[in-house]
C-alpha cells in the first residue's frame, strides 16, 4: 500500500482521515502543487514552492508551509514510496470549520500529499501527438489561483474525450486561454513561439516558464500575447505544457490538422531542449574542493 502525507506524518493511505468539515472539501476552498520527479529528483521545486506561496497569499491562508516542509514532504514521498519517475500531488485547504461562507481567521491548513509513478520522459503521446478540441471556457475569474474548484475542466475534457478527443483547449471569444490542464503554444510561419500573456484568465505554469526559458536559449523568437483559434489552425506547430507531460504536440484542433497534421521540429527541440537541462549533470560548487582533495591524494 502506497504511503500519503497529512498534516505532518506519512502514513499508509487507508489511515488518512480528513474532517468532513473540512473546507477543502465544503468550499473547495484549497489550492495545490503537482511536481515532476525525474531521477528520484523534484523538478522545479522552488517555483512550485513559489507558486504555492502565491496561491496561500491570494486566497489569505494562515500558515503558508516553510520551503524546507515543502522539500520533506517531496523527499518523503520519494523514498517511502520509492519513486523514480512521476508526480507529488501537494493540496493545502484552509482548514475544518463550521460550513459558513464567511472564513474566520486561525484555522490550521490542512496538509495532504500523495505520489503516483508516471512515464513522464517517454509519454506516450510525445511522439504521437494529441488531438485538441477548442471549448468555451466556464471557469471563474482568478484562473491564476492553483485552486482545486477543477470542476469546469473536469466536465470539459470528459466531454472532449468522450467525443474522441484528447483534450480541449478552452476559449473566450475566440481567443484561446489554455488546456484544461496545460499551457497552450502555436508556432506561426515565421517560426516564431506565441503563448499567451499571463494575467488572471490563465494559470502561470512553471514548464511555461521553462519552455520559454528554453526556447529563448535555443534562439527562438517568443512572443507572449493571446492568439485566436483561427490563428491556432492556421499555425505551423501547437504544443502544449504541463508538469506531467512537459510538453506534447498538437497534430489537429477541432478537426483540423495543424501544419502537416505531425509533431513539429519547434515542439521537439523544445521537448529535447527541456530533457538535456533536466539531465544535464550539475556542477555543486561545495563539492568542488572534494574532489581537487581527491585528486591530490
Ligand atoms: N495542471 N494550466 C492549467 C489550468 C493547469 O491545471 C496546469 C497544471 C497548467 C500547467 O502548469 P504546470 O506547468 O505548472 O504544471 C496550466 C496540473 C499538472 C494538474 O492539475 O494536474
Known amino acids: 500500500m502506497a504511503l500519503v502525507y497529512l498534516n505532518g506524518e506519512l502514513m499508509d493511505e487507508a489511515q488518512a482521515k480528513i474532517s468532513v468539515f473540512d473546507r477543502g472539501f465544503l468550499f473547495a476552498d484549497s489550492i495545490y502543487e503537482v511536481t515532476a520527479i525525474i531521477n528520484g529528483r523534484p523538478v522545479y521545486l522552488d517555483d512550485h514552492f513559489k507558486r504555492l506561496t502565491r496561491s496561500c497569499q ?20 520519494i523514498m517511502g514510496n520509492d519513486l523514480h519517475e512521476g ?14 461562507f464567511t472564513y ?6 490542512t496538509v495532504f500529499a500523495f505520489s503516483k509513478a508516471m512515464d513522464i520522459l517517454d509519454h ?23 485552486t482545486t ?22 476559449t473566450k471569444d475566440g481567443w484561446v486561454m489554455e488546456g484544461t490542464s496545460n499551457n497552450a503554444f502555436i508556432v506561426d510561419d515565421r517560426g516564431v513561439i506565441i503563448t499567451r500573456d499571463l494575467s488572471s ?38 504544443f502544449c505544457t504541463s508538469t506531467s507531460t512537459i ?28 530533457i538535456d537541462a533536466l539531465l544535464r549533470p550539475k556542477v555543486v560548487p561545495n563539492q568542488m574542493p572534494l574532489s581537487l582533495k581527491q585528486m591530490r591524494e
Open 201 to 238: 484568465v490563465i494559470l502561470a505554469g512553471v514548464t511555461r516558464m521553462a519552455v520559454i526559458d528554453i526556447a529563448k536559449t535555443l534562439g527562438f523568437t517568443v512572443e507572449e500575447r493571446a492568439f485566436t483559434v483561427t490563428e491556432a489552425q492556421n499555425a505551423r506547430e501547437a
Open 58 to 77: 491570494e486566497l489569505g491562508f494562515e500558515a503558508p508551509m516553510t520551503q524546507s516542509e515543502f522539500s520533506g514532504i517531496h523527499q518523503g514521498l
Open 247 to 274: 510538453a506534447l504536440p498538437v497534430i489537429e484542433i477541432d478537426g483540423e490538422p495543424v501544419g502537416r497534421g505531425n509533431p513539429g521540429d519547434v515542439y521537439k527541440s523544445i521537448r529535447q531542449g527541456f
Open 149 to 170: 474548484q477543477l470542476t469546469a475542466q473536469s466536465m470539459t475534457k470528459t466531454t472532449v474525450n468522450r467525443n474522441g478527443f484528447d483534450d480541449a483547449w478552452m
Open 87 to 100: 508526480v507529488v500531488y501537494l493540496q493545502m485547504t484552509r482548514g475544518v470549520a463550521e460550513r459558513n
Open 104 to 109: 474566520f481567521e486561525g484555522l490550521a491548513p
Open 124 to 146: 506516450p503521446k510525445a511522439r504521437s501527438g494529441i488531438k485538441i478540441k477548442t471549448a468555451p471556457d466556464l471557469r471563474w475569474a482568478r484562473c491564476d489561483i492553483k
